[in-house]
């Protein structure tokens, strides 16, 4: 809903088990990057996304597209 156009290339450190699990968005640390430690614990998803992005997460209710499968069965192939 922030009607933002286009891919982006983004890098988000969070803690997305709690304080001290440091967690990543985009990929590897670059080089001579630290990772985050327990002593200086990564934030929450939404303090990071605020923080590090500038977005806020808003809860709302709606609608969205679903597939269910609820069943599957292999077939059988010649060898």
């Known amino acids: 809903m922030t009607d933002l156009k ?3 290339d983004v890098a988000l450190e969070w ?3 709690g304080p001290g699990t440091p967690g990543r968005l985009g990929g590897a640390l ?3 990057e630290a990772t985050p430690s ?4 990564a ?3 939404f303090t990071a996304l605020q923080e590090q992005l500038g977005l806020r997460l808003d ?3 709606g609608s969205v597209e679903v597939l269910v499968i609820d069943h ?3 077939v059988p ?3």
Not at 38 to 41: F, I, T, W
Request: hydrophobic share 15%; glycine share 8%.
């Open 6 to 8: 286009g891919s982006y």
């Open 15 to 17: 803690a997305p088990d």
């Open 30 to 32: 670059p080089p001579g």
């Open 38 to 41: 327990a002593e200086s614990p």
């Open 43 to 45: 934030p929450s998803i």
């Open 59 to 61: 809860p709302r209710k």
């Open 72 to 74: 599957v069965e292999k």
């Open 77 to 79: 192939t010649e060898n």
